[in-house]
Each structure stands twice: as structure tokens, then as C-alpha cells.
Nanobody
Framework: QVQLVESGGGMVQAGGSLRLSCTAS????????MGWFRQAPGKEREFVAA????????EYADSVKGRFTISRNNVKSTVFLQMNSLKPEDTAVYYC????????????????WGQGTQVTVSS
């Protein structure tokens, strides 16, 4: 079992930056590839970024490529999402997720989810 807790959300103006963190507890963090997803009001949950257990492989949604960076610190059992050049359309609840196997952009394949953190970008 893995417990995930996100933090770092908030309100920011368009063009600003935020850094989300997701800290894991339970089974060894290094065993789990991780992902970030988001869900805006009235919309389905969508993929944002994913990272392999070692951090050597990453994947991004086209909508965030070049603006967001996913990284991880396995010593601190934490995965990060650095978000730059934020846009109003980035407003959503952001969730981190973990799975025993690399699941990339497939939300249905992730076994463990955090409670989410709200990101609001004003124009």
C-alpha cells in the first residue's frame, strides 16, 4: 500500500509559476513510477506528466510540454511538478498517482492516488 500526499497548489496569475510536491509513504518509493494528472470542473481527468522509477524517462501531455517539468527525489520519496508560464486553462485539481509498473498517460492503470491539490490561474 502506498499513501500519497500532494502540496504546493495555490492561486497564481497567468505567466507565473508553481511547484507541486507529492510525498509517498508505505512501500519503497523507488519501486513506483509516478504520474501527475489534473481535473478541471466539468471535465474528465487528464494526463499531465509521468516519470519512471529511476527518473531517467519522462513523458508529458502536449498541452504542458516545454512549460512543466516532472522530477523525483527518491531519497525523500517525493515527486515534483514544476509548472512555469501558467495559463488560465491550467486551472484544475492536480493529482499524483503511483503504480508498480510504468503506466504513462493511462489513468486507469494507476493503483494509488493522492487527494489532490487545487491550482488556480487567473488571467
Amino acid at each position: 500500500q502506498v499513501q500519497l500526499v500532494e502540496s504546493g497548489g495555490g492561486m497564481v496569475q497567468a505567466g507565473g509559476s508553481l511547484r507541486l510536491s507529492c510525498t509517498a509513504s508505505g512501500r519503497p518509493f523507488t519501486s513506483y513510477p509516478m504520474g501527475w494528472f489534473r481535473q478541471a470542473p466539468g471535465k474528465e481527468r487528464e494526463f499531465v506528466a509521468a516519470i519512471s522509477w529511476s527518473g531517467s524517462s519522462t513523458e508529458y501531455a502536449d498541452s504542458v510540454k516545454g512549460r512543466f517539468t516532472i522530477s523525483r527525489n527518491n531519497v525523500k520519496s517525493t515527486v515534483f511538478l514544476q509548472m512555469n508560464s501558467l495559463k488560465p486553462e491550467d486551472t484544475a485539481v492536480y493529482y499524483c498517482a503511483a503504480d508498480q509498473h510504468y503506466s504513462g498517460n493511462s489513468a486507469r492503470l494507476y493503483d494509488y492516488w493522492g487527494q489532490g491539490t487545487q491550482v488556480t490561474v487567473s488571467s
